[in-house]
């Protein structure tokens, strides 16, 4: 289902907004179409979300990293029931990206199964 046939986020928001019925993959499209916008907005629909999975933690880790804020994305990181690789790979990317190999070699060890590829 389109969240909005002309691309426009306003638009998207309000067949979201007007859903009786929300899957959880429509929540995830929801999330990532809203990434571009004030983060305010973004973590107020993961918050509201009735269920979330990976996909959704993910979503929201990688647009705080996007936006600048480590913080937030690693405060999401630490709260997420299940981590996958990408969970991972997110976090580590975003203390390389500002420079913070310290910290980011403390993530690369806490990894699980990072010695699983030869």
Known sequence: MELGKSGSLDDARINFDGMCEKTIELWNRMIGKCMSIREAIVRELF?????????????MISGYVKAG??????????????????????????????????????????????????
């Open 69 to 118: 804020e480590v913080a937030n994305a690693r405060d999401l990181f630490e709260q997420m029931p299940e981590k996958n690789v990408v969970s991972w790979t997110i976090i580590l990317g975003a203390y390389v990206d500002v420079g913070d190999l310290k910290t980011a070699r403390i993530f690369f060890e806490k990894m699980p199964d990072r010695n699983v590829v030869s």
């Open 47 to 59: 918050d509201k979300m009735p269920e979330r999975d990976v996909i959704s933690w993910n979503t």
